[in-house]
């Protein structure tokens, strides 16, 4: 019912920057919030930020707050991460993801919607 995809993903230096975006269809009206969540090989899937879909609330993990931007253009019904001073520990696959739930929360089993994932590789 909503499909998310991803894209902007690839390979920086550290220090580099890249954006993410993610495109939204289907049942946009649906979707409350909208987020990235990241995995790196062998971890749990973390959250990483997350912004309303009609008010703009945005959040930030702590390991990000001060170098990443989450923003959005509903027109285009699509959500942005803007990443910049990137570090070797923020390589990762980075998804993006959709909740319907009015109450918020960073833990990925209790969001709806996924997109399959792009690869962030920072290299030293």
């Known amino acids: 019912q909503v499909q998310l995809v991803e894209s902007g993903g690839g390979l920086v230096q550290a220090g580099g920057s890249l954006r993410l975006s993610c495109a939204a269809s289907g049942s946009i009206f649906s979707i409350v919030t909208m987020g990235w969540f990241r995995q790196a090989p062998g971890k749990e899937r973390e959250f990483v930020s997350a912004?309303?879909?009609?008010?703009?609330?945005?959040f930030y993990a702590d390991s990000v707050k001060g170098r990443f931007t989450i923003s959005r253009d509903n027109a285009k019904n699509t959500v942005y991460l803007q990443m910049n001073s990137l570090k070797p520990e923020d390589a990762a696959v980075y998804y993006c993801?959709?909740?319907?739930?009015?109450?918020?929360?960073?833990?990925?089993?209790?969001?709806?919607?996924w997109g399959q994932g792009t690869q962030v590789t920072v290299s030293s």
């Open positions: 993801a959709a909740e319907r739930g009015v109450v918020y929360t960073t833990t990925p089993q209790l969001w709806d919607y």
């Open positions: 912004i309303r879909w009609r008010g703009g609330n945005s």
